[in-house]
Nanobody, 120 residues
Framework: VQLQASGGGLVQAGGSLRLSCRAS????????MGWYRQFPGKQRDLVAR???????KYADSVKDRFTISRDNAEKTVYLQMNSLKFEDTAVYYC???????????????WGQGTLVTVSS
């Protein structure tokens, strides 16, 4: 199983970016998907999460600015980030909880991380 993230980059404060993350490989069921971010020297924290039936959860710091969505057919999760702030600068990681085979345990998989830099 691989999670391939894309869409990071450099943007001015107030701008927008859209992150994408596609899961590939042997996947029987794809459950929660999410985005986390990590600041230098800090732990990885939840940004947003979406269940397989579309229920969402956001960190307070990104509510009303970020929107998570998913395309189950494409096994892809998106993060639309608007009104970006300098303090959103971080490495963003996608995550997926999935079962590889019928009867297998659910496990978390992570993408490689994509850097988002917001200039002030």
């Amino acid at each position: 199983v691989q999670l391939q993230a894309s869409g990071g980059g450099l943007v001015q404060a107030g701008g927008s970016l859209r992150l994408s993350c596609r899961a590939s490989g042997s996947i029987f069921s794809l459950n929660n998907m999410g985005w986390y971010r990590q600041f230098p020297g800090k732990q990885r924290d939840l940004v947003a999460r979406i269940t397989s039936d579309g229920r969402t959860k956001y960190a307070d710091s990104v509510k009303d600015r970020f929107t998570i969505s998913r395309d189950n057919a494409e096994k892809t999760v998106y993060l639309q980030m608007n009104s970006l702030k300098f303090e959103d600068t971080a490495v963003y990681y996608c995550q997926a909880a999935l079962r590889q085979y019928k009867g297998s345990y659910e496990a978390d998989y992570w993408g490689q991380g994509t850097l988002v830099t917001v200039s002030s």
